[in-house]
């Protein structure tokens, strides 16, 4: 097989008919159609079903996916980190970051890539630290910022920092402002919680801790805006951290109070693939990371435990 068939086959997959990905591979639909059927015979098998809507992938077209995206990734990676230099950066570079992630340093980080950098495309792609993850290990994102992510040997995990995780809500609904509340007077208010599941990390170490707060939530959400609109309306309550606050994650009026006889606790890590080749791309938007999170950390502009 060779690039073109992938580049095809992923053009199959992402539009679902061959009229669609001989308009994105700018061929004749008899072109993809000869690459699809010389893939599937190189492979033995069939990738598509085909119908009269067009393409829906097999159970091994969607595993092949998976090997095809991170190829390419892997073919783009290599031609752009034989052009650079390290005054000159190129390509793409595809950056998972959690919600929090983006609030305080997603700005410092685009401005810094398009003025040192200006031809280096970044991709932010911002969702629940789970998901992050997900997308980091199927090759669809070449570096991830997460919290809690998975003792899994197929990551590289760097720590950055350690925050305090606090009830926060609208002002009036949540009680006066910065006084200590317990644990099981948060578990008895309606509160919004990071989906469980695969997608989502747990919220607290302590398995106990976990599974109430998971009993008691009153909505899951693998979507932060969902749960941070949730907050905002005066639904209820939720967990985040001073940070949050300070970086305007949530409206005007959206206060927090410390957790008194539990302290939970989530760190960030920046994550690689440990099977990923780190081109002069993927070590400079590492160090850069690193760079914005120490300045905040060192202005004072985020509470936290620097793990740097």
């Not at 992402?14 to 599937?40: F, K, Q, Y």
């Not at 003792?151 to 609904?173: A, V």
């Not at 932060?224 to 994650?249: D, I, P």
Request: hydrophobic share 45%; net charge neutral; glycine share 8%.
């Amino acid at each position: 097989m060779d690039p073109r068939q992938l580049r095809i086959f992923n053009a199959l997959y992402d539009t679902g008919s061959i009229t669609g990905a001989s308009d994105i591979e700018r061929c004749a639909p008899s072109v993809v159609a000869h690459h699809l059927a010389n893939l599937e015979h190189r492979l033995g098998m069939a990738l598509f079903e085909r119908s009269r809507r067009g393409v829906v992938p097999t159970a091994a077209g969607q595993k092949f996916h998976l090997h095809a995206v991170s190829i390419l990734r892997a073919i783009d990676s290599a031609e752009s980190d034989m052009r650079d230099t390290a005054d000159h950066l190129s390509g793409r570079i595809v950056l998972g970051l959690a919600f929090s992630a983006v609030t305080a340093f997603g700005v410092a980080l685009m401005r810094r890539v398009a003025e040192e950098h200006p031809d280096l495309q970044l991709e932010m792609a911002e969702s629940v630290s789970g998901a992050t993850i997900d997308a980091l290990l199927a090759a669809d994102t070449d570096l991830a910022v997460a919290f809690n992510p998975p003792r899994d040997s197929r990551l590289s995990l760097q720590p950055l920092l350690e925050e305090d995780m606090i009830c926060i809500g609208r002002h009036d609904i949540i009680g006066e402002a910065g006084k200590p509340i317990t644990l099981d007077e948060f578990l008895s208010r309606r509160f919004v919680l990071p989906r469980r599941g695969p997608r989502g990390r747990p919220m607290a170490d302590d398995v106990d801790v976990q599974k109430r707060l998971e009993h008691h939530a009153s909505m899951f959400s693998q979507n932060v805006t969902a749960a941070v609109m949730y907050v905002n309306s005066g639904l209820g309550l939720g967990l985040g951290t001073q940070a949050n606050l300070h970086y305007g994650a949530y409206a005007p009026g959206v206060v927090g109070r410390p957790i008194a006889d539990r302290t939970i606790t989530r760190t960030m890590h920046l994550c690689l693939r440990n099977d990923a080749p780190v081109s002069r791309a993927m070590a400079y938007m590492r160090e850069t990371i690193l760079t914005c999170v120490s300045a905040e950390i060192a202005l004072g502009r985020w509470p936290c435990r620097s793990a740097i």
